[in-house]
T-cell receptor
């Protein structure tokens, strides 16, 4: 099992550009989570999906952020337009049902200049 | 709502010292409790977990006991190594929540 796979590992973009982050969860995991990590705010849950359906997006900071999960093996987090304050490490995590622990990806470090 | 509170860092220890990182929780149900570790440049990794009161989770020399009477899940290790330097997160999850609640993280630095 390759674990949760995120791409790209690093992204540097200019303010105003569109950014798309990608995640492939572990096969068989039916829940997927997007987190943002910054020094100031720590680990923040942005949105999560159960069986490909968005359940809670209350953590999405603004309308500039959107997330999709078109199938069980792929999810995207899009920021349009990006701003310097979006600079952070974005993590994707997946899990099976119940209260099992999450498996995290290695993250995407986003820098908006 | 459900939450965890863990001791603020950073924590700096010498190699072979004893480690304790405190974690307390608030939950309306019966949570499962977790410790995650994040090494530099990596994602969070599950270190150990406990699913009911009095359970002890253990892994790689780390231990934590689920204490319902004190609503705590303190992380301990008898002799830390330089390679244990990382950020440690306490977390909880319940059947009522579809998400996991993480603490703020505690940065541990172990010096040789």
């Amino acid at each position: 099992d390759a674990g949760v796979i995120q791409s790209p590992r690093h992204e540097v973009t200019e303010m105003g550009q569109e950014v798309t982050l990608r995640c492939k969860p572990i096969s068989g995991h039916n829940s997927l989570f997007w987190y943002r990590q910054t020094m100031m705010r720590g680990l923040e849950l942005l949105i999560y999906f159960n069986n490909n359906v968005p359940i809670d997006d209350s953590g999405m900071p603004e309308d500039r952020f959107s997330a999709k999960m078109p199938n069980a093996s792929f999810s995207t987090l899009k920021i349009q337009p990006s701003e310097p304050r979006d600079s952070a490490v974005y993590f994707c995590a997946s899990r099976t049902g119940g209260v099992g622990g999450y498996t995290f990806g290695s993250g995407t470090r986003l820098t908006v200049v | 709502g459900d939450s965890v509170t863990q001791m603020e860092g950073p924590v700096t220890l010498s190699e072979e010292a004893f480690l304790t990182i405190n974690c307390t929780y608030t939950a309306t149900g019966y949570p499962s409790l977790f410790w995650y570790v994040q090494y530099p440049g990596e994602g969070l990794q599950l270190l150990l977990k406990a699913t009911k009161a009095d359970d002890k989770g253990s892994n790689k020399g780390f231990e934590a006991t689920y204490r319902k009477e004190t609503t705590s899940f303190h992380l301990e290790k008898g002799s830390v190594q330089v390679s244990d330097s990382a950020v440690y997160f306490c977390a909880l999850a319940t059947y009522n929540n579809n998400d996991m609640r993480f603490g703020a993280g505690t940065r541990l630095t172990v010096k040789p």
